[in-house]
């Protein structure tokens, strides 16, 4: 059974980095033919897919978001990590890490097969 688990600071100040780190276990995220994502659900708002990392380490990121998104993993530790640069009030949001099989840029839930509980991020002063 694979299990994710996101970890971070709940709290982070307009114009700062948020970090967020996703922690596997019961799998390895260099399996072949999965990616790993970073989601995110605002308040009152649907899901909002960010990036993905996949198997081999290439990433792929929302065009949104992409100049203020950053992915990267620890395969020794079977982590993955999220970078938020420059963040303001609207990334206020529950962000969840998830695993999918070989896709990416999905915000359908069902496209993915395991799921963190996700973890509440307010930015505020």
């Known amino acids: 059974q694979v299990q994710l688990q996101e970890s971070g600071p709940g709290l982070v100040k307009p114009s700062q980095t948020l970090s967020l780190t996703c922690t596997v276990s019961?799998?390895?995220?260099?399996?072949?033919?999965?990616?790993w994502s970073w989601i995110r659900q605002p308040p009152g708002k649907g899901l909002e897919w960010m990036g993905s990392?996949?198997?081999?380490?290439?990433?792929y990121y929302s065009p949104s978001l992409k100049s203020r998104t950053s992915i990267s993993r620890d395969t020794s530790k079977n982590q993955f990590t999220l970078q938020l640069t420059s963040v303001t009030p609207e990334d206020t949001a529950v962000y969840y890490c998830?695993?999918?099989?070989?896709?990416?840029?999905?915000?359908?839930?069902?496209?993915?097969?395991?799921w963190g509980q996700g973890t509440q991020v307010l930015v505020s002063s």
């Open positions: 990392i996949t198997y081999s380490g290439s990433t």
């Open positions: 998830a695993r999918s099989p070989v896709l990416y840029g999905s915000v359908r839930y069902s496209d993915y097969d395991y």
């Open positions: 019961g799998g390895s995220i260099t399996t072949n033919d999965y990616y």
